[in-house]
Every structure is written in C-alpha cells, then in structure tokens.
C-alpha cells in the first residue's frame, strides 16, 4: 500500500470509476485542462478526454441541474464546485430537485450523482471560501452526505458515492488536501456510506467528528492522553447524512461523555442532532453535560489571521474540552 | 389589450413543404381526438373541484394545440417529455390515460405520477419518459438539456444507437413565457447551446403568469428573441393552430435528432380560465379579452378544419363527444373508488433514499 494525500485519493477514485464505468463523467468550473483549482480533477482530461471530463459555464445550478438530468438520463455524473461557498445558487436543484426527485415520483426515477464541494477554514479564505455547509444540507432528507477524514475513506467513500443511486454530497476538507496523509490501496475498494468509524479508542469521553476536525480530535485525544492519562474514543463520523444512530450511541454506552466538534456554526448544527440521539437514546448511560465545540454563530471564518484562528476549533481547544468533561 | 399576433410573414416562407400537410385523416382525428379528451377532462376538474370533490386544479385549457402537436412531433412515450403543470393535453398524447390523470387529481396510490405525493398536473411517467416535474417554475429547463447532454453523451460513449428509435433521441422541455424570467430558464438553454444539444424548449405563452403580463416579465416583444443569445434558434408560432404548431415542432425535432442543435418553439397562446382553482381573473384582466380570446379556440378551430375537409362531420363530432364522456365518467368513478396511498410507507424517511444495490 502506498501513501497518498486526501486528494491523491480523491483523484485517484475519479480516475478509476471513469475506467470501470462509461457512465461515469465529470462537470464543474475549470475541471478541465485546468485540473481544477486545487487540480482535484488533474490529468483526468488528458485521460479520459474532453467528452468525459467537461468545463462548465460559470454557472452553479445548471452544473447541478445538468447532473441532475444526465443521472436521470442513466449517466454518472460527478459535479464539482469549486467551493462549497459557491453552491446557493444551486440550492434550488439540489434540495427541491435532486433531493426529492425518487420520493417526488414515487420511486420511479432515481437522480445518481455525486456533487463534490471543497469545504471548511483555517486557509484565509475569508467569508466565501470557507464555508462549511453540512447543516445547511443535513435537514433535506434524499440527500446523503458524506465528509471522509481519510485518503482510505476518501477513496472508498467516494467511489460509493458515485456507485449509489442517491444523490450524494461530498465535502471535502480542502486544508486537508495536501496535508493529510495516508495509507491507499492501489485499485478497487469501497466504503460503505452510512456507518461511522472508531478512529481511536477509549473509555473515557466519546468526541464526535469528521473531516478535517477528526484529525484534530484524533490530535487532541493523543495530547490528553499523554497529559492526563484521560482515554478518549474518536468517532469518525464520517457520514452526515442518512444519520447513524446505532453507530453514534454506541461509543456512548461505554464513555457516558460526548464532545461533539465541528467547524460549522454552533446554533442547529450537526452536534445538536448528536446531542439529541445521546439524550434521548442514551439517557440511561449519561454520566456528564453533552458538549459541543464548534465555529462561533457569525456568518463564516474572518479572513484576518488572528481571528480566523480563534474562530476554528484546534486540538489545544478540543483538548481543554476533553479534560473539562472528563472531570465530571 | 394583450396582444398575440403572429407576424405570419415570416412562417410564409416555409409555405410550400409544410410537415402538417402529409399527415393523415387518422392521424389528424387522432390529434383531434387528445384535444378533445384532454378538454373535456379539464372542464371535469373544474366541476370537482367546485363540488369540494378534490382540493385543487390547474388547468390546460386553451393550450391543446401546441401540446399535441409537440407530442405527435416527437416519438412519443420514448424522447424524453420534461412537461410543466399545463401539460395535459400533451401527457395524454404521450401515452397518459385519462384515468391516470384522474388517479392524481384524486391523491390516489395508483397516480403514475408520484402517488398521490404531489399536487395534481404534476405529471411524471417513467415508462413513457415523462421526467417528474416539481412545482418551481423553470426547474425542468436545466435538466433537460441535463437529459439531452446524456442522449448526446450516450451516443458519442456508444452507449446507444443514434439510429435506435428505442432509445430517447431527444429531449422536449415545456414551460410558460412568465417562467422564462428564472434563471433556470436561462442556465439551461446556455447550456443547451454551448453543447449544441438534442433540446427543445416549447415556450407556451399565454400572455400572463397568474396576473403578471408578459411586458413586466421581458423588454422584447417574442421570448423566442431571446434565443439568439444562447446560439439556440427561436421559432414563433400561433399556438392555436395546431397544424402550424406541428410544423414548428417537427422542424425543432429534426435539428435535434439530426445533431443541428436546440430549438426554442414559443408558441402564441391563451388560457381563458384563472390561473388555477385559487385564482380570480377578474383583477387582471377584463371579461372582453378574455371573450375574445375564447372565439380563437383551437379545439373549435381545428374542428372547422377538419369539418371543412370532409375529414370530420357532425355524426363523428357526437361519436367523439360521447366516447370522451364516458372515459370522463369511467375515470373519474375508478379514481374515485381507487384506494389512498398508505400511510406509513408515505413517511416512512427510507422512502425517500433509493435502494443501493438498485
Ligand atoms: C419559483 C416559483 N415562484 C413562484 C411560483 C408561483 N407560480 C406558479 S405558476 C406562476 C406563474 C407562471 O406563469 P407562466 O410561466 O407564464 O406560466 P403559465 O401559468 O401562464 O402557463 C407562479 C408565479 C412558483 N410555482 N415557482
Ligand atoms: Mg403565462
């Protein structure tokens, strides 16, 4: 097994399930010769020729919409915005069309697409090239979503992604690109999209996490660890959306404590669902305050750095977290 | 008042080899026949409605012509039918039945559509191509040239025949001229153009959009203009005239299969009811345009046509009345007695996630 970056990984199943399947193609601003702006889509042109890897007009919703109709035309398509920012203006064929399409018709046509968007801070993106919008999303049932920590999972999630007859939505954490490393399989594999994963474990506190703050929890349980000897369990969430219930309570049965971190904004976000399932299916095993650390309620990340900074959770502050927690 | 006119001039020019001239009196009946029925469905929704019978209708009426025609230009139940709620007329010639219709108006489990999920004339067929349309204006614009960018795709992957009459060859969006004002509209048609796609758009212009006129909706004159400026080409037409309609649609069908590219149709119309079973008309336009506008009906037009070619008479007129009658009362009974979708599938949140080894 050789080491890839997340995008590496990310490519790499792109470039395979273009390969397998005939079906499969890709649209989206500067994918082309380009490769994409963060040359997510690099070489796939060259590739797989311009039929099969297409550069859009600068026009969000019909990327989506064009996905929407290819998919229901029986074709693959894979949609990349160029950033998450970027997605309102398809808001409308995602959440009113794609999303509601299968239970629209009763079940009779299917929308299969994969709509990729970079997401997340901590890059000096400022408002607009920073957003993470998984809450936003995670309310409109037809949707999966998925945001992979890993290259393993990148890969295979997204190679699910593409195979799944849903729409799917797949962030991925563009600090992570290049600075997350890891073990790939060269050729065929999945991850199913669904259950989440156990990416450390331990006794004492269950974090909750995905993308790129699950390797700032996996960085922070390591610290307690050595600090504190405190024994901290993350879960990888891995899947936003269908939510696994079974999945997040079963950690909690063990520990009795939950953190949940994400760079989203606090109010109505992912944690709150978490904080919900633990408390109404898991009262009984409840030995502390629910907690959540995520990105303060203004709009986006500053772009100035001092600012951007105390905005995004980091392992320091989730290791300040785990430690309160692990006291009660 | 609200004007229509068509400038004729410029339709003299294909004058001579007009499409419509070689179909036949069957055929011709056969187009009669899904105005007729679509009509005589539409004046029964009405009438349930008013009885408290169903909660809602929109309606088709006034539309009949350019819808049939564009069915009948198309391979019907196979090129993809991407339709908006005034299709009716259209969805019957595409293979609808009557009771079909009536099993939405319902809400029934039966309605093809999206059993009973969605408001009624929200069509949807998936084994005649008709795509599932929401209630957002303009949505099915993008996804169809969505559609026909597969259908292009398809062939160039030889993934299908582009010989294959079996296989959808193009794909035929429909929509009114108010609608075109979204940017759906708008993106989708760039897109239909940029990839010279196998793409019709049928703009039904009935002058409003609930109560909104056309000249707060656009500063030109035809939507058809409009298509110059994505490199799709724009057609005007009476869309009262059936066999003028028919011709329009069979040009843009032919620029579509034979790889020509995306043709905009708008078709000239009217709708002399409200808007739907919630509108009032009265505040927005006057009871003489609209009595104007219901001595250009199509349906009655066509029928002096047909009447003055000895393809139809009166005995036939009655045979067709009556035929229409009875698959009125027959489909409204069935809908009627039809059973409710049941409950808990319906909110059952599996529902809505397609099954993955589907
Ligand atoms: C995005 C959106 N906004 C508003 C509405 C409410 N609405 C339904 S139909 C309609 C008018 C449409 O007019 P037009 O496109 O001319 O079609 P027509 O009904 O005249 O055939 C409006 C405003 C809607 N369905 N969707
Ligand atoms: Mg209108």
């Known amino acids: 097994m050789a080491t890839k970056t997340l995008i590496e990984a990310i490519r790499e199943a792109m470039d395979e399930e273009l390969e397998n399947d005939p079906r499969v193609f890709i649209t989206g601003e500067d994918v082309g010769p380009r490769g994409g702006v963060f040359r997510a889509t690099m070489g796939l042109i060259e590739k797989h020729g311009p039929e099969r890897v297409v550069d859009s007009p600068l026009a969000e919703l019909s990327i989506i919409a064009i996905g929407i109709g290819a998919a229901m035309a029986d074709l693959r398509p894979i949609c990349e915005i160029q950033f998450a920012d970027f997605i309102h203006p398809a808001m409308n064929q995602i959440m009113n069309e794609a999303a509601k399409m299968y239970y629209r018709s009763n079940g009779t046509w299917t929308v299969p697409m994969t709509i990729r968007a970079p997401y997340g801070g901590g890059i ?81 506190v269950t974090i909750y996490a995905y993308g790129m703050m699950a390797h700032y929890a996996v960085e922070a349980a390591n610290m307690v660890a050595e600090q504190d000897g405190i024994a901290a369990e993350v879960v990888d969430v891995r899947t936003i959306l269908p939510v696994d219930r079974e999945g997040i309570l079963e950690s909690f049965k063990k520990t009795g404590k939950a953190l949940i971190i994400y760079e989203d904004n606090l109010t109505m976000g992912y944690g709150a669902e978490v904080a919900a399932i633990l408390s109404d299916e898991g009262f009984e095993y409840m030995d502390g305050p629910i907690r959540r650390l995520a990105g303060p309620d203004v709009p986006s990340v500053p772009y100035s750095h001092p600012v951007q900074e105390a905005f995004m959770p980091s392992p320091k502050k989730i290791a300040d977290a785990i430690r309160e927690i692990a006291e009660y | 008042m609200a004007d229509q006119s068509v400038d004729l001039q410029a339709n003299a020019a294909s004058e001579q080899a007009r499409p419509s001239d070689s179909l036949s009196p069957e055929i011709l009946l056969e187009m009669y026949w899904y105005m007729l029925l679509s009509r005589r469905l539409d004046e029964r929704a009405w009438i349930l409605h008013r009885q408290g019978r169903i909660p809602f209708h ?155 006129p ?78 104007e506008w219901k001595r250009k009906d199509p349906i009655a037009r066509f029928q002096q046509y047909l009447l003055d070619r000895g393809i139809l008479d009166q005995n036939k007129i009655d045979e067709y009345e009556a035929r229409a009658k009875q698959m009125v009362n027959q489909s409204q009974s069935y809908a009627d007695e039809a059973p409710y979708p049941e409950i808990a599938p319906s909110l059952d949140p599996s529902s809505v996630y397609a099954p993955v080894d589907k």
């Open chain 1, 124 to 204: 000096s993106g400022g408002l607009y090239h920073s957003q993470s919008l998984e809450a936003l999303f995670a309310h409109c049932p037809g949707l999966k979503i998925v945001i992979p920590s890993t290259p393993y999972d990148a890969k295979g999630l997204l190679k699910s992604a593409i195979r799944d007859p849903n729409p799917v939505l797949f962030f991925e954490a563009k600090k992570g690109y290049r600075a997350i490393k890891g073990e790939v399989p060269d050729g065929d594999y999945t991850v199913p999209i669904g259950p989440v994963n156990v990416r450390r474990a331990g006794d004492d």
């Open chain 2, 214 to 291: 056309m000249h707060q909706q656009m500063a030109v004159p035809n939507v058809a203009d409009r298509a110059a400026g994505y490199g799709v080409e724009g057609i005007v037409v009476d869309g009262n005239d059936i066999l003028a309609s028919y011709d329009a649609m069979v040009r843009a069908r032919d620029r579509a299969y034979s790889g020509e590219g995306p043709t905009l149709v708008e078709a000239k119309t009217y709708r002399p009811v409200p808007h739907s079973s919630d509108d009032d008309d009265r505040s927005y336009r006057s009871r003489d345009e609209v009595e």
């Open chain 2, 58 to 212: 929109i309606s088709g009426m006034g539309h009949e012509a350019c819808q049939v025609a564009a069915a009948f230009a198309i391979n019907r139940g196979v090129d993809y039918v991407h339709p908006y709620y005034r299709d009716l007329a259209m969805c019957l010639a595409v293979g609808m039945s009557a009771e079909e219709f009536m099993l939405g108006l319902f809400g029934k489990a039966e309605d093809p559509s999206s059993g009973g999920r969605q408001m009624p004339s929200h069509f949807s067929h998936r084994k005649l191509n008709i795509l599932s349309m929401s209630s957002p204006v303009a949505t099915q614009v993008p996804q169809a040239a969505g559609l026909a960018f597969g259908i292009k795709y398809r062939i160039a992957q030889q993934l299908q025949d582009p010989e294959d009459e079996t296989q959808p060859r193009l794909a035929l969006t429909s929509l009114g001229e108010g609608s075109t004002s979204q940017g759906e509209w708008h993106e989708g048609m760039n897109w239909a153009g940029v990839h010279k796609l196998p793409f019709i758009c049928l703009v039904e212009n009935n002058i409003y959009a609930i109560s909104v």
